[in-house]
């Protein structure tokens, strides 16, 4: 990987002296803006079904599910080791009592390095930050929080059900205990165009992440979003618009800051749009070669 930006696959290697891989795993979470807590519906945009792995089912064990992720990937390299990503929904949303039982039972599978929990800034609290930062001195704790804008109004548009200080707030308590921090937007949320994009990327860099992960804003079926953009249809980016916007957003982040990747890939029979036809790494090489060509 050309040193265009600091990637995440080139960090990862340097973490461990092996190869890992992720396997995600539904754990059979809920969130807050889903069962009535702080809201109802969850939101706007989201449709877990557009990102969970054909072997991720919360009706198995979470034993189950790493076996069977292990099985998915057991062709690419024979020394494979994997960390266990609990991925849909909020996975800091139990008791704590249950939220170790579920990751310790992850990483009493065979060959699990590691956790990488998924969740909301609004739904860690000091016990469960105790308990990974203790965690995170015997195997690989990374806790990624859905920021997804540092703009207020946005957040309260989408049905977030937290602010940007919430995100600040929990971000900081996590870093100051020393567990490997990571954060997720979404470049062209509906009321941001590409200058509130740009005008929000020094704050995200700001913030005392390790990781960030940055996706285009996609309409997917089923979404309350797709009823909106049906409805009073807003503009979504071109793969060339994206581009383009990708490139000034990283040169708005500090240099030390690890960036996972820069879309997300929806089955093309949920996605409404934008319909780029794109895989991860298809698009990583445009942006690559799109980077080699500036003056």
Known sequence: MEHYYNDFGSWIRRMFPYRVQKISIDAGFSCPNRDGRIGRGGCTYCNNRSFNPVYCDRKKSVTAQLIEGKQFFSHKYPDMKYLAYFQAFTNTYKPI????????????????????????????????????????HRTFVMVEYGIESANDETLRRINRGHNFACSRKAVEATHRRGIITGGHIILGLPGEDAEESLRQAPIISSLPLDVLKIHQMQIIRGTELAREYALHPFHVYSVDEYIDLIIKYIHLLRKDLVLERFVSQSPAEMLIAPKWGLKNYEFTHLLLKKMREEP
Request: aromatic share 4%.
């Open 97 to 136: 009592d249950e939220l170790k039982a579920l990751y310790e039972e992850a990483l009493e599978v065979e060959d699990v390095v590691g956790i990488v929990i998924g969740t909301r800034p609004d739904c860690v609290n000091e016990e469960i930050l105790d308990y990974l930062e203790g965690l995170s």
